[in-house]
């Protein structure tokens, strides 16, 4: 029984309790380990919004519930998510600074922030998590050409949006940049592509080019971002 409600609340690791009791509201907490699941509710049975890291810190909003032999602790701006129940003993408290530029707070990554623009902030979240893990990865040859950074640029991609930052692999390697070249490739391309100002059309073009919001290949990525917690008027 055990195990099999450990693997309901985790995809990997695990960490000893460090919450069990009451904290006070706006209480900056951190993720002591990685592929904790956040829950739409307080209990096994609610579905997950999203899967979240250690070091990622989020405001605790007040609310504490006990169900399923775990106390679950009510987030902020997780991922998106206005709110969300994680099990507190993947939690640590942390210092207000912490929450500070953090994916809770921001809407952005744990690594930054995004840039701002025509694409919203979850939208961007949710492509950066499926094309990288929101993570700076080096270039590999990827589809004829090298792919890069968080939002795996390719140099034709880069040109478009304006060549930020020096150099593909300086711009890629940088959220604030990479995510400035995906909002300016997407207010150079949306208005001409025939398709709706939303994130399915920017995911889309992001993965098929200018008019890659018209092209049923890239339909298979836009339930990739779906399925990462977005929608089209994300």
């Not at 592929?35 to 007040?62: I, M, P, Q, T, W």
């Not at 399923?68 to 993947?90: C, I, K, T």
């Amino acid at each position: 029984m055990w195990s099999t409600l450990l693997c309901c609340l985790i995809l990997a690791g695990a960490a000893a309790a460090s919450i069990s009791g009451h904290i006070d509201s706006g209480t900056c907490v951190c993720l002591t380990t990685s592929g904790v699941n956040a829950r739409s509710g307080a209990g096994l049975s609610h579905s997950v919004v999203a899967s979240l890291n250690s070091g990622e810190c989020y405001k605790f909003n007040g609310g504490i519930l006990t169900h399923d032999g775990y106390h679950w602790y009510e987030l902020q701006n997780v991922h998106g998510h206005h709110r969300a129940w994680v099990a507190g003993n993947f939690l640590r408290t942390s210092s207000s600074s912490h929450c500070s530029g953090s994916s809770g707070s921001t809407g952005g990554s744990s690594h930054g922030t995004f840039s701002s623009g025509v694409v919203s902030q979850h939208c961007l979240n949710c492509i950066c998590k499926h094309e990288s893990g929101c993570r700076p990865l080096g270039c590999a040859w990827d589809v004829n050409s090298n792919s890069c950074g968080y939002f795996q640029l390719k140099d034709i991609y880069w040109q478009d949006c304006g060549r930020p930052g020096g150099s593909l692999a300086a711009c890629a390697a940088d959220l604030q940049c990479s995510s400035e070249c995906v909002q300016n490739y997407m207010s150079r391309y949306i208005s001409h592509s025939g398709c709706a100002h939303n994130c399915e059309s920017y995911a889309r073009i992001h993965n098929g080019g200018p008019t890659g919001c018209k092209h049923s290949y890239t339909l298979g990525y836009w339930r990739a971002i779906e399925a990462l917690g977005c929608s089209a008027n994300s």
